[in-house]
C-alpha cells in the first residue's frame, strides 16, 4: 500500500526549461511533505518542504505546490540547470509517528 | 568532513553469513534511522533510535538487530543473509522535534550472493 506516490519514473527536461515534478499522497491526514535529491552513489538530501496550511513555498529555483483537495504536490525547478539532474523523492511523516514515507523517486535529466 | 558516514560503502558476502554495517553521525542529533532500498527503489523505514532507545522498529526479520551503543552511532548486525537481504541500506539522522528532515549516509550496497 504505498501511500506516497509518484507516478513519472523519469523525466527529461532541456536546461533553461521549467521541470515540474509531480506526487500523489492517499492520506488526507499528512500534513507535511518533503521533496528530497539524490545523486547516484550518494544519499538523499533534503530540498524543500511544505506544510498543509500553505499552498506554495518557494527557495530559490525551487517551488514546490501543493494542492490537499487533489492530494497532490508537485515541485518546480525554473530554470532547471544540468546540476539538477538527480532523483528526486516526495515524502511524508506518518501520522502520529516518526516515520517519513517516501515515494519511488522521479530521474530527472536536465540536457543541455 | 563527513556528517553521517557509514562503512563499508560496498558489501559482497554469501547466503548465511553474518554481517553488520556502522554508521556515526557529527552532527549531534539525537535520532538516527536505518532504511533499506529495494530493486523497485522504495525507500522504507526499518529501525529509529532517540537518544539510544528503540522509537520504531518496522516488520523486520529478527535476524535484522539494530545497536546504538550511544546517540552518535547506529549500527545494523544481519544474521544468516538472505538473497532477498540484497539492497541499499541508508543511515540517517535528524533532531527528533525536526524529524522529518532527516540526513542520509551515502549507503551500504549489500550484495548476498
Known amino acids: 500500500d504505498q501511500q506516497v506516490k509518484q507516478n513519472s519514473p523519469s523525466l527529461s527536461v532541456q536546461e533553461g526549461r521549467i521541470s515540474i515534478l509531480n506526487c500523489d499522497y492517499t492520506n488526507s491526514m499528512f500534513d507535511y511533505f518533503l521533496w528530497y535529491k539524490k545523486y547516484p552513489a550518494e544519499g538523499p538530501t533534503f530540498l524543500i518542504s511544505?506544510?498543509?496550511?500553505?499552498d506554495k513555498n518557494e527557495d530559490g529555483r525551487f517551488t514546490v505546490f501543493l494542492n490537499k483537495s487533489a492530494k497532490h504536490l508537485s515541485l518546480h525547478i525554473v530554470p532547471s540547470q544540468p546540476g539538477d539532474s538527480a532523483v528526486y523523492f516526495c515524502a511524508s511523516p506518518s501520522y502520529n509517528t516518526d516515520k517519513l514515507i517516501f515515494g519511488t523517486g522521479t530521474r530527472l535529466q536536465v540536457f543541455p | 568532513d563527513t556528517a553521517v558516514s557509514q562503512t563499508p560503502k560496498y558489501l559482497v558476502t554469501q547466503m548465511g553469513n553474518d554481517k553488520s554495517i556502522k554508521c556515526e553521525q557529527n552532527l549531534g542529533h539525537d535520532t538516527m534511522y536505518w532504511y533499506k532500498q529495494d530493486s523497485k527503489k522504495f525507500l522504507k523505514i526499518m529501525f529509529s533510535?532517540?537518544?539510544?532507545?528503540?522509537?520504531i522498529n518496522e516488520t523486520v526479520p529478527n535476524r535484522f538487530s539494530p545497536k546504538s551503543p550511544d546517540k552518535a552511532h547506529l549500527n545494523l548486525h544481519i544474521n544468516s543473509l538472505e538473497l532477498g537481504d540484497s539492497a541499499v541500506y541508508f543511515c540517517a539522522s535528524s533532531f527528533r522535534t525536526s524529524g522529518n528532515i532527516q540526513y542520509f549516509g551515502a549507503g551500504t550496497r549489500l550484495s548476498v550472493l
Open positions: 533510535y532517540n537518544n539510544k532507545e528503540l522509537i
Open positions: 511544505i506544510s498543509s496550511i500553505k
